[in-house]
């Protein structure tokens, strides 16, 4: 069979996609990114935002065409076979040879209001072990799982992944509140991969997030600690994202604009977008004040305080 395979609205490593790959490739299937000038027995699409494009009507030259991931369908999942396969990392050149993308848990189990995950996965439960993330001499983890500290499964994976000396980074973020002294203690001994990540997307978590890092600190980690900022409310975001530009420079707020997960289009307000262009550039965020951002000609964003 010849097999196209499409990431409808990202260029980041799409895990579905490189598991699709090695599945077919196994059956002697041949598999390559699409190309409208091809004709292919089946082309696989995957989506990850409700809000993007989808041009799957435009797909002509396939018998096939079959459509997955958040941004098309919440609760469609990969066949058992698929799903459990090593991914195809020949499919993304850019990923270099040490590194592994996977998840060690599904689902989370909190119900926050702009969050499309226990929505789609439900609440935490085991997924994969590291073991079988880290393959083929890909020490360097990228995990997405959602709420890792919030299982004891997960927390057991993180002493494994110290025990293996690998290096992660779980680019979803974890949960400040859960972050004891002994979870300090074994965060302090992972090899991060850039830096430790935190949702900080309330004002109480602002508080969180500075108990963990301190207690973090105790045992010894130097490095950054990068927080998703989600940005709902004008003046409490503001607050909460221009909060860590005194702190220290190890405090990397990041932005997030709120995005309501039961619309499929919607405008994003321009102050979220120049909040996050502002925040989002380091030397930015810290030389400049957000009222004196001038992110268009003729345009401060001390308007906005008005
Ligand atoms: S934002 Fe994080 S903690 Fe909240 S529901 Fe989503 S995954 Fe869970």
């Given at each position: 069979m010849d097999i196209g395979l499409i990431p409808?609205?990202?260029?980041?490593?799409?895990l579905a996609l490189m598991k699709i790959s090695a599945w077919h490739k196994n059956n002697g299937d041949r598999v390559e990114w699409?190309?409208?000038f091809d004709h292919y027995d089946k082309v696989y699409m995957a989506k990850v935002f409700s809000f993007t494009e989808d041009?799957?009507?435009?797909?002509?030259?396939?018998?096939c065409v079959e459509k997955g991931g958040t941004g098309y369908d919440i609760k469609k999942v990969l066949p058992k076979e698929i799903d459990m396969i090593q991914p195809d990392?020949?499919?993304?050149?850019?990923?270099?040879?040490?590194t592994a993308y996977g998840f060690l848990t599904r689902g989370c189990?909190?119900?926050?209001?702009?969050?499309i995950v226990p929505k789609k996965e439900g609440k935490i439960k085991p997924y994969m072990d590291v073991e079988e993330i880290a393959?083929?001499?890909?020490?360097n983890l990228i995990l997405m799982d959602n709420?890792?500290?919030?299982?004891d499964y997960g927390i057991e994976q993180i002493e494994k992944i110290v025990r293996l000396g690998l290096k992660v980074d779980f680019n979803q973020g974890l949960d400040a509140?859960?972050?004891t002294d002994d979870i300090a203690r074994l965060l302090a001994r992972v090899k991060w991969i850039n830096r430790i990540r935190f949702g900080c997307?309330?004002?109480?978590q602002i508080v969180e997030v500075e108990r963990a890092a301190k207690l973090i600190d105790k045992y010894g980690y130097k490095g950054e600690y990068f927080l998703y900022c989600i940005l709902i409310n004008f003046e409490e975001s503001f607050n909460r994202v221009n909060y860590w530009k005194t702190k220290s420079r190890r405090f990397i707020p990041h932005c997030q604009p709120y995005r309501d997960?039961?619309?499929r289009h919607q405008i994003i307000p321009q102050w979220q977008k120049d909040m996050a262009r502002w925040a989002d550039k380091k030397e930015l965020y810290l030389t400049c004040d957000f009222k004196d951002f001038s992110p268009r000609k003729g345009f401060k964003c001390e308007e906005y305080f008005q």
């Open positions: 409808v609205d990202s260029n980041y490593p799409n699409y190309n409208p041009y799957s009507q435009y797909i002509t030259n396939a018998e990392y020949d499919l993304y050149p850019q990923v270099d040879k040490k189990p909190n119900k926050c209001k702009w969050c393959i083929n001499g890909r020490n709420n890792i500290l919030s299982s509140r859960l972050v997307d309330t004002q109480q997960i039961n619309k």
